[in-house]
């Protein structure tokens, strides 16, 4: 198994992407520790049927935009496990505006969720990683990052905020066996794209040479492959994963 032994760390893992993610690595021999903001249902559930098929994972509530608590989740990790070998930053919302009608609140409640989240997670994590002079970090990432889109200046530059943070924290700590990478999703069916109106629907779809939506294993499958040994040397990089659609 590509993550024997390992110690996870997901943020917001009780639905979508970072579900997936919390069980491909679970499946993988790793301890999976996840956040969730509200979803203290589905993420009891997670937990309950990943324990039912032999697996390990544990669920915390925390809001990954409060920096205090980022520091908590990762005390309670090295408390019950010594070290944290893995980050997933994938916790993240939107809130879409046109620039001429973003509100203040729109603009700093996506920055905090999306990016001043990983910060946070990142410095606590960077701590024991250090320590252990080994560790990765994916922090995730959007298409949308890359490219901009009309409607969601708020998320897009939160999502290119967070090449900015990753590819420093590469430089910074790539000299102690710590690699971070942005993987960029593009059009993915998750309760986050699910109430699109049909024609931007139809224009996403119609900008993605493969032709079908992205699914949550596609996200989660390049993220088991960037945390395991077989990735030791990709740092810095953002991994898009979109179907072709921004090439
Ligand atoms: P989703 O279905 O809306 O799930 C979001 C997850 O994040 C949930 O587990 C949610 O917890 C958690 N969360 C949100 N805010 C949080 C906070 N402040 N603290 C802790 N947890 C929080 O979203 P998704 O589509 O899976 O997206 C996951 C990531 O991929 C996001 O960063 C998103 O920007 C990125 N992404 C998605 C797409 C796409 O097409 N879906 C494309 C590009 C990038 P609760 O369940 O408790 O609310």
């Not at 997901?10 to 509200?38: H, M, N, P």
């Not at 589905?42 to 935009?65: H, M, R, T, W």
């Not at 139809?202 to 596609?218: A, C, F, H, M, Y």
Request: charged share 20%; glycine share 8%.
């Amino acid at each position: 198994m590509e993550l024997s032994g390992k110690i996870i760390l997901v943020t917001g893992g009780s639905r979508g992407i970072g579900k997936s993610i919390v069980y491909k690595c679970a499946e993988q021999g790793a301890v999976v520790y996840f956040t969730y903001l509200g979803s203290q249902t589905k993420a009891d559930e997670i937990v309950n049927d990943l324990k039912s098929k032999g697996f390990e994972s544990y669920a915390i509530q925390a809001d990954a935009s409060n920096f205090q608590r980022a520091q908590e989740v990762i005390e309670e990790i090295l408390k019950n496990h010594q070290k944290l070998d893995i980050l997933i930053n994938n916790a993240g919302i939107t809130k879409d505006n046109l620039l001429l009608r973003l509100s203040e609140e729109q603009w700093d409640s996506v920055i905090d969720n999306n990016l001043k989240s990983a910060f946070n997670y990142c410095k606590a994590a960077i701590k024991p990683m250090l320590k252990q002079r080994d560790g990765v970090i994916i922090n995730m990432g959007s298409v949308v990052g890359v490219s901009g889109n009309a409607g969601q200046a708020n998320y897009s530059a939160s999502k290119a905020g967070l090449i900015g943070l990753s590819k420093s924290i590469a430089k910074e700590l790539g000299s102690r066996n710590i690699r971070c990478n942005v993987v960029a999703p593009g059009f993915i069916q998750t309760e986050m794209t699910e109430n699109l109106p049909e024609q931007e629907l139809q224009k996403w779809l119609s900008d993605i040479p493969l032709n079908r939506p992205g699914q949550v294993e596609d996200i989660a499958n390049i993220c088991v492959f960037l945390a395991s040994n077989k990735a030791s040397y990709i740092t810095g990089q953002v991994i898009q994963v979109d179907g072709g659609m921004n090439m």
